[in-house]
């Protein structure tokens, strides 16, 4: 489902708003990940929880470290959906830039993910086919699904001639994972090229822009929807950070809810949530049960308001 945004949004006015409370019927199974990911207190993991429908569901959260090379960030993402399908999980929720961090812009925007239209909402598995890199990352799946702890071991991933890291899919392997695990996946933030009517080239001078995507695919790696970032991070801290997302990135221009296991889904990206009448808006008008907002943060910018806004969305 979507819709479009109220048109007088800014963040003077949205920043203090106090979205409604809402009922979450899910139990978070936080995967105790990879690197620095903030465990439960007592180290346990928590009962699923009945939801409103009767049904049990449980999610999966993970937190990557991720760098430059696809190919080992999806396969930590494999990992990760290993564990979540042990823990009988349904749903894996996955972080922005999951699956590629670039050295620069300019790296970024040739690595993107190729655009999105409405065909990819059509049934079609064709481009799943099997290569020695799937083939590594069902293996994967299938060993760290029968492993009773968390631990991690260094094998390197088998590549052959049919595998191009410079050209491999994020989002085509995110769906292959999705169906080898059976686990619906949210992926929070994967770079795809954005369609030249999105954005103005002229205003800047660029031939080409991204979108900052957060993609949603089922069990079977289907993708089922997807929303492209609104608003833009563009700050500069002197001596700190200066950054300016909107020089390669393309804003989307509509709000997005899904329905998956765990509940009608408020799809969002790390900065939006700095404006709060859109997380009004997809629980008012779209239904949401379960807001999303997966996020890259920059430290300065994370120690000082990370947890207060959170807070402030619920």
């Known amino acids: 489902m979507e819709f479009l945004p109220p048109s007088n949004y800014s963040e003077e006015k949205t ?98 993910d190729r655009a999105l239209s409405s065909k990819d909402l059509e049934p079609c598995l064709d481009s799943l086919h099997m290569t020695s890199f799937r083939r590594s990352l069902a293996t994967v799946i299938e060993s760290y699904a029968k ?20 050209q491999i899919s994020i989002i085509d392997e995110l ?28 205003d800047d001078g660029r031939e080409s822009k991204i979108h900052n995507t957060h993609i949603i695919i089922d069990s079977n790696g289907q993708i089922k929807n997807w929303y492209h970032k609104i608003h833009l991070f563009d700050v500069c801290i002197p001596g700190k950070i200066n950054l300016r997302e909107s020089k390669t990135t393309a804003p989307g221009t509509k709000l997005v809810v899904c329905d998956s296991p765990v509940g009608r ?18 629980v008012q008008k779209g239904g949401a049960e379960v807001l999303l907002v997966p996020s890259a943060f920059t430290v300065p910018t994370g120690k000082a308001h990370w947890h207060a806004l959170l807070r402030g969305a619920v």
Request: charged letters at 20%.
């Open 265 to 282: 889904l408020g799809v969002t990206i790390c900065y939006d949530m700095r404006f709060s009448e859109m997380y009004l808006d997809l």
């Open 175 to 202: 769906r292959f994972i999705a169906r080898e695990s059976g686990l619906w996946i949210s992926g929070g933030g994967v770079h795809t090229q954005a369609l030249s009517t999105a954005f103005n080239s002229v």
């Open 15 to 112: 920043f203090f708003m106090k979205p409604t409370r809402i009922p979450i019927y899910v139990s978070l199974f936080l995967l105790p990940l990879l690197y620095r990911c903030r465990a439960l207190s007592d180290g346990s993991i928590p009962t699923p929880t009945m939801g409103s429908t009767g049904r049990v569901a449980r999610a999966a959260i993970a937190q990557l470290c991720s760098t430059r090379n696809k190919h080992s960030n999806l396969r930590n993402v494999a990992i990760c959906a290993a564990w979540a399908k042990r823990e009988k999980a349904s749903m894996l929720f996955l972080p922005e830039c999951l699956g590629f961090m670039g050295d620069s812009a300019e790296h970024t925007l040739e690595q993107a």
């Open 147 to 166: 492993r009773p702890d968390f631990e991690i071991s260094n094998e390197a991933v088998a590549l052959n001639n049919d595998d191009d890291l410079e």
